[in-house]
């Protein structure tokens, strides 16, 4: 056994492990030929070693290239961590070789303690919490999946026990992996999911690193999508198709997935540090792992402090209880240690002799069994020359009576007292760090102070030999291919006291400082240090570049599906508004809100209506006239929902405000309000001409927003292939902007019509795979309104094919969902989903009196009547004329000819105030047999007349059958044989063709064709 510390060399085992500060040990793989490059350099420390004779060691007998052992070297110190300018183990001589310059002891020990000649590294008093770690790893690795939360107060060693395990863990024979997250102070919580990304993208740059890869991609493509490291232009780009439309529901789901499928054959350790710190996205997705039932080889192990001090309401404090409540985590308090474990702890630093009677109590009184503090007072005594530790045994070199006095009462003053100790350049040094963070970049932080990176790095490098308050992590990649090397605290109350103790002023210097230095190393790739911006320009008081990278880390956690982080930041955007200067307020606070309001209203939120009203009264209040349109017309699109009236009144304010707009933005302003008016309030042809005249005078600056729109209009007017044409065009704009998460309903509105055209244009075959396809999507992303709005369509298309049964096996899988008043209170989106309620009963009652069931048609009619008469929503005046349809069908059925009369004409007068084709001729239709059953046969002959004409020179499938299938009833009943043949011919020509849409076997075919209306069609034209 080898050891040059931290590092152990087990050359029989070739095993390579480094000790960690908190006596932790972690393997490092090494791959073979690169190990016995180490074990042949450490064999022969402090003398020269050829390339040749490397060569001759490892590759005897083969021709090799040279290059080979400057890879295999390469390799071995960026496993070291050792730096080619200032070696610390492999020092390269100049086209002579390489030297190992470390000292190397021989140990027979196979402990993970290592002389360090302090007295950090040996875990203690915890025997009891690695039993329980460790029995939660056995259910683990049997697929019972775990999740564990280490807690305590700073300084009691959650982290070196997590570490601890870890090390223990890693010596399993089985094959294992292990990941590791941080929660970053003062930063982290605005990262979405931040530990967890750090976490994946270890795991897909780990061994074996590639399957995960591949894992992500089939299970968990919205994840791989947050990793644009791992992925080429291409795989980006078929990312964006695949998770276009997700959700957060989607992101958890898919993860937890992943994660399964992981764990399927080798165990998986997932360590999260500093959950206190931790974001709420994250939280979220704990929650969701620890909920799954499915198997899986999976330890979650997080560490954080106590959360009693943390206020109501945060997701982490109500998240422990509950999977505490339910069983599904452990939870590890660390205590402090006792009298009896500090002895043990300094015997075991004093194998040599007993430890002087009374440390341990004198100790353990000053720490109160903190494991930092005791550290630290050890330490403490150790440099002023109080107590020796020397050879394996401790000395006292004063009585004991005097040390008492001698120690600080508590560690945060022992810390400081450590500090004093430094120079004055140290501990300016140390200060300047605690600005950056826990970990900080030397380079980084010596520009942005101007002092010279290189002798603030010697400057770091003896501070973590000497005094053990910060240790180097690393070599870290820069932007334009620098590199710098990376240092820590040892401890988070380290840096905690550093900070504290400079001026308020100061600190907002050097946040300032070190932010703009981020700004412009990092302009190639801002999106990296985003959420590390917005931290040091609001801790600077720069209110301006604050928000703007809090809106930016928004933005960032829109694409991550993390609604709740983007909501979070805006709010935090808006509160840092009020410090700014009137100016600056009346430019930023406007936009902060419309930011915040997009996304509410992109979650249909309905606190969108509270925000955009708020930001009306902010944008009239600055005069900001196209800002307050904009807001109203928003405004006007959620009341459309909830309020016809002050839908309506919102649109007239915007249109009012319009006269002050330059021409092209009044334009705009003047085509949204017709689009209000003709969608949440009705039909009329002045405002339908208005929108049209709008709508073609803005040309090509149209907008995804403004294109959905007019695919509704489109389909409204009956312009079915138009509308499924603009429908695509805002499919192929979703695709160019990133699957932006803002415009979540433009997505589904533009799919849901591409869907519905294709059913009113008859190509039932294509409608049925357009829903299926986007069904499938809004399943795979959670997205349940919206699959409830594609199962509308679903049953939509089985209604007019005639199959009944298909509708009501459809909307009875749904509808008592929606009908439950208990579950419906608990959706954040009951005015949405209260829509598609409306419209599956329509289409239940329609399919009841298909089938004959007049009292189940009847209850179902009545409901969606009573539903828009107590609340108007959104196209609820074209609802209303379905509803017609079917409640005129039902009187039709039952016989009675007055009601069938009335429903008739109201069905009539509501689709002549439309533009809607279909429905016209339809009840023009419907019409011209009540009349036939009121034996009034001028006016059927009448209705029937006007039906073709309304039909004739539109693309109306749906109702050109049916038009011309009852002309030609009525025809013959007036003698008209051969008039009664063309009608027949026309319906039946049409009935093959909505028939031949379909594939041979598809069983909706199969109904269509053998309903009773359809089949008298057919027999009759044969």
Same mark, same amino acid.
Request: aromatic share 6%; charged share 25%.
């Given at each position: 056994m080898k050891v040059f510390p931290p590092f152990r060399l087990d050359i029989a085992n070739q095993c390579l492990w480094r000790r960690g500060d908190a006596g932790s040990e972690e393997r490092i793989l090494l791959s073979p030929k690169a190990f016995a490059v180490l074990a042949y350099l450490v064999e022969h420390a402090g003398k020269l070693v050829t390339h040749d004779d490397l060569l001759e060691a490892v590759w005897p007998g083969r021709v090799v290239e040279p290059q080979a052992v400057k890879k295999q070297v390469l390799a071995v110190r960026s496993a070291l961590g050792d730096r080619p300018k200032k070696p610390l183990f492999i020092e390269t001589l100049t086209t002579r070789g390489y030297r190992f310059?470390?000292?190397?002891?021989?140990?027979?020990?196979?402990?993970?303690?290592?002389?360090?000649?302090?007295?950090?590294?040996?875990?203690?008093?915890? +025997?009891?919490?690695?039993?329980?770690?460790?029995? /939660?790893?056995? =259910?683990?690795?049997?697929?019972?999946?775990? #999740?564990?939360?280490?807690?305590?107060?700073?300084? #009691?060693?959650?982290?070196?026990?997590?570490?601890?395990?870890?090390?223990?863990?890693?010596?399993?024979?089985?094959?294992?992996?292990?990941?590791?997250?941080?929660?970053i102070e003062g930063y982290g919580s605005k990262e979405a999911y931040g530990p967890v990304l750090d976490a994946l993208g270890r795991l897909c740059r780990g061994p074996r690193g590639e399957s995960v890869v591949q894992i992500l991609a089939s299970?968990?493509?919205?994840?791989?999508?947050?990793?644009?490291?791992?992925?080429?232009?291409?795989?980006?780009?078929?990312?964006? !198709?695949?998770?276009?439309?997700a959700t957060r529901q989607r992101m958890l789901r898919e993860l937890g997935e992943a994660l399964d499928l992981i764990t399927t054959e080798t165990a998986l350790l997932l360590l999260l540090e500093d959950l206190h710190w931790v974001d709420d996205s994250t939280v979220d997705l704990v929650s969701t792992v620890? =909920?799954?039932?499915?198997?899986?080889?999976? $330890?979650?192990?997080?560490?954080?402090?106590?959360?009693? /001090?943390?206020?109501? &309401?945060?997701?982490?404090? #109500?998240? $422990?209880?509950?999977?505490?409540?339910?069983?599904?985590?452990?939870?590890?308090?660390?205590?402090p240690l006792n009298a009896t474990e500090l002895e043990e702890y300094l015997a075991l630093q004093s194998p040599a002799s007993s430890p002087p009677l009374g440390l341990s109590a004198l100790v353990h009184r000053h720490s109160e069994g903190n494991p930092l503090f005791m550290v630290a007072a050890l330490e403490h005594m150790a440099k002023r020359s109080l107590l020796l530790h020397a050879n394996g045994r401790w000395e006292l070199q004063v009585p004991l009576e005097q040390i008492e006095f001698e120690v600080p009462d508590d560690l945060r003053h022992m810390i400081e007292t450590q500090l004093e100790r430094l120079s004055a350049r140290e501990q300016s040094a140390l200060e300047l760090a605690s600005i950056a963070g826990q970990s900080f970049s030397t380079s980084v932080i010596g520009s942005a102070a101007e002092i010279d990176s290189a002798s603030l790095e010697d400057l770091y490098e003896d501070l973590s030999r000497r005094h053990h308050i910060v240790r180097w992590i690393g070599t870290a990649p820069l932007p334009g291919g620098s590199s710098s090397e990376q240092y820590e605290f040892v401890h988070?109350?380290?840096?905690?006291?550093?900070?504290?103790? !400079?001026?308020? %002023?100061?600190?907002?210097?050097?946040?300032?400082?070190?932010?703009?230095?981020?700004?412009?190393?990092?302009?190639?790739? $801002?999106?990296?240090?985003?959420?590390?911006?917005?931290?040091?320009?609001?801790?600077?008081?720069?209110?301006?570049? +604050?928000?703007e990278y809090l809106q930016r880390a928004a933005q960032i956690a829109g694409r991550r599906h993390a609604p709740l982080q983007a909501d979070s930041m805006l709010a935090r955007s808006l509160e840092l508004a009020r410090h700014l200067p009137e100016a600056q307020r009346a430019r930023t606070e406007p936009q902060v809100l419309a930011a915040l309001a997009a996304h509410r209203m992109a979650a249909f939120d309905m606190r969108a209506i509270d925000t955009l009203e708020t930001l009306t009264a902010c944008a009239a209040a600055y005069g900001l006239i196209d800002v307050q349109a904009r807001a109203l017309l928003d405004l006007s699109f959620f009341w459309a929902f909830t309020d016809a009236e002050r839908c309506l009144e919102a649109a007239q304010r915007a249109l009012r405000l319009s006269v002050e707009q330059d021409p092209v933005t009044r334009t705009r302003t003047r085509t949204g309000c017709s689009f209000r008016r003709l969608t949440a309030i009705g039909w009329t042809a002045q405002d339908a001409i208005d929108y049209r005249t709008g709508f073609a005078a803005l040309g090509s600056e149209h907008g995804v927003t403004e294109l959905a729109e007019d695919c509704i209009i489109q389909w409204l007017s009956a312009e079915y292939r138009e509308a499924r044409r603009v429908a695509l065009e805002v499919r192929a704009k979703l695709l160019e902007s990133g699957a932006n998460s803002n415009l979540r309903i433009e997505y589904e509105t533009s799919t849901f019509v591409?869907?519905? %055209?294709?059913?009113?244009?008859?190509?039932? &075959?294509?409608?049925l795979e357009e829903f299926a396809t986007a069904l499938a999507d809004a399943r795979k992303n959670d997205n349940q309104d919206y699959s409830l709005l594609l199962r509308n369509g679903e049953a939509w298309l089985h209604l007019h094919a005639l199959d009944y049964n298909g509708v009501l096996e459809i909307s009875e899988s749904v509808l008592p969902w929606l009908s439950n008043p208990a579950l419906r209170a608990t959706q954040r989106l009951p005015v949405r989903l209260s829509a598609q309620f409306r419209i599956l009963l329509i289409l239940s009652g329609s399919a009841s009196v298909g089938l004959g069931n007049h009292a189940r048609a009847l209850e179902d009619f009545s409901s969606a009547a009573a539903e828009m008469d107590r609340q108007a929503n959104f196209l609820d005046w074209y609802r209303r004329m379905p509803l017609a349809a079917g409640m005129t069908e039902l009187w039709l059925a039952k016989g009675d000819r007055t009601r069938a009369r009335l429903e008739g004409e109201r069905f009539l007068d509501l689709s002549l105030a439309s533009a809607e084709r279909t429905y016209q001729g339809l009840a023009w239709e419907v019409n011209a047999r009540v009349a036939l059953l009121n034996q009034d046969l001028a006016r059927a002959r009448d209705c029937i007349a006007k039906a073709v004409s309304t039909v004739e020179g539109f693309e109306v499938p749906l109702a050109t059958w049916q038009v011309h299938a009852t002309a030609a009833d009525i025809e013959k009943q007036s003698g008209n044989r051969q008039a009664a043949r063309s009608h027949r011919d026309v319906s039946r020509v049409t009935i093959l063709r909505l028939a031949n849409s379909l594939p041979e076997q598809e069983p909706l075919r199969k109904a269509f064709l053998s309903a009773p209306a359809v089949g008298r069609v057919l027999e009759g034209g044969s």
């Open positions: 310059i470390a000292p190397v002891t021989e140990s027979t020990a196979p402990s993970a303690v290592f002389p360090r000649g302090t007295p950090y590294g040996i875990l203690v008093g915890r +025997a009891a919490a690695l039993e329980e770690l460790h029995e /939660s790893w056995r =259910r683990a690795v049997s697929g019972v999946r775990q #999740i564990v939360f280490i807690t305590g107060e700073p300084g #009691i060693g959650k982290t070196a026990l997590a570490e601890e395990f870890s090390r223990q863990v890693a010596l399993d024979v089985q094959p294992i992996r292990i990941a590791h997250g941080q929660c299970e968990a493509p919205a994840w791989l999508a947050q990793l644009p490291g791992l992925l080429t232009r291409e795989d980006r780009e078929r990312l964006q !198709q695949e998770i276009l439309g620890a =909920r799954r039932r499915t198997p899986a080889k999976l $330890m979650l192990v997080a560490t954080c402090r106590p959360l009693d /001090s943390e206020p109501p &309401g945060r997701p982490l404090k #109500i998240l $422990m209880p509950d999977l505490l409540v339910h069983r599904l985590c452990r939870k590890i308090d660390l205590p988070a109350l380290y840096r905690q006291i550093l900070y504290d103790r !400079q001026l308020p %002023n100061r600190r907002a210097r050097l946040h300032r400082q070190i932010g703009e230095h981020l700004q412009t190393l990092y302009a190639p790739q $801002m999106e990296e240090v985003v959420p590390e911006l917005a931290y040091h320009f609001e801790q600077a008081a720069d209110w301006p570049r +604050a928000i591409r869907g519905v %055209n294709l059913l009113f244009l008859g190509e039932w &075959g294509e409608a």
